[in-house]
């Protein structure tokens, strides 16, 4: 079977895996990126949410830095958006969203485009329409990934990996222990519509969320294959009892344009890493932390990342980043987002560099390497 060679491959291309990705190659490190669609972004594109969430506390504070802001700044360049003027933008823009807080929302296609941008300027070697089935180790240590594309097999090794999948699949498939918890049913979809909807583009173009989060989840772990096909179908059939309202008058201005390219679970798997946030460390200060992110859903404490949050307990030579970090419960909620993303997958991606550099694996690298190299970044 054939095989080549990087110092770092990073798995997945979703918002942590580019992050990753272009930092890795940045620091001067041949590296891959494997993705299994032919679109990056992940969830924040293919999952058509359409809002990059605050990089401030939600009390005029910015908190996110580095890479995660580069993006917030970028996402905007093909698209009818603007960054909000009290943080930086133009005068006059739309950010596309109410309030007052460092956020603003974005054409998923347009982001999708400058996110390969951003790879083709760091010189990242892009894998599209490639998936990961096989993993081979060396002892502990991760040394090699096996694919599968219109090529066929081959094998992608590498000093150091990085699994930013969203569901923890590098891990998986390499025998760590994944963790899981339940998902709501909230699908979003672009329609055009005669009435207002949750997400405007145009007079008629919206983004439409069916579903409310209530305590009432729609998918159990674990989140399996069949799983994942019961929660899309579930989706489908919300959206077809509000779409069947409609007589065929009604249709004509009333009618699904896209759904999400992939399945809209917030919360599919993670890895249990050698610190696993949980509810109660909302404000606490890490000894090790890569970086902060405010809460999202309502203004409070800034939530700090731990480096340990991204290390696997029972594997070595990979790195976690994006959705599948150790957080569970109401921490997950707010690592799981574009920004916290973006900063973890950023972290990971320096980590991995200094992993290569001095010959380690993550668990022995020194933290003031990494802090030095964070610092030095912006991050």
Known sequence: MKEVFYDIVVCGGGVAGVAAAVTAARAGFRTALIEKQCLLGGLATSGLIYIYLPLCDGKGKQVTFGLAEEMFRRCVEYGPFEVPERWGGPAGGDPGIAGDRCQCCFSPA???????????ESGVDLLLDTLIVGVRKEGRRVAAVE???????????????????????????AGARVLSEGNHNTPWIMEMASDPSFFPFTESLHVRVFGKHTSEYASEPPCDGRAVTEFVRRSWRMIRSHYD???????????????????????????????????GDAGRPFDHAVGTVGDWIRPGPVWQAPYEALVPKDLDGVLAAGRCIGASGYAWEMFRVIPAAA???EAAGAAAALCVQKGLVPKELPWSLLKERLETSGA
């Open 147 to 173: 694919t599968a594309d219109l090529s066929g097999r081959v094998w992608i090794g590498g000093k150091c990996f990085v699994d930013a999948t969203g569901c923890a699949q590098l891990a998986k498939l």
């Open 245 to 279: 309202q409609f007589d065929r008058a009604g249709r004509r201005s009333n009618y699904p344009v896209h759904l999400p390219a992939m399945p809209q679970i917030r919360k599919v798997a993670r890895i249990d890493a050698l610190y696993n946030l949980g509810d």
């Open 110 to 120: 347009g982001f999708t485009l400058t996110l390969d941008k951003m790879l083709e």
């Open 343 to 345: 900063l973890t997958g």
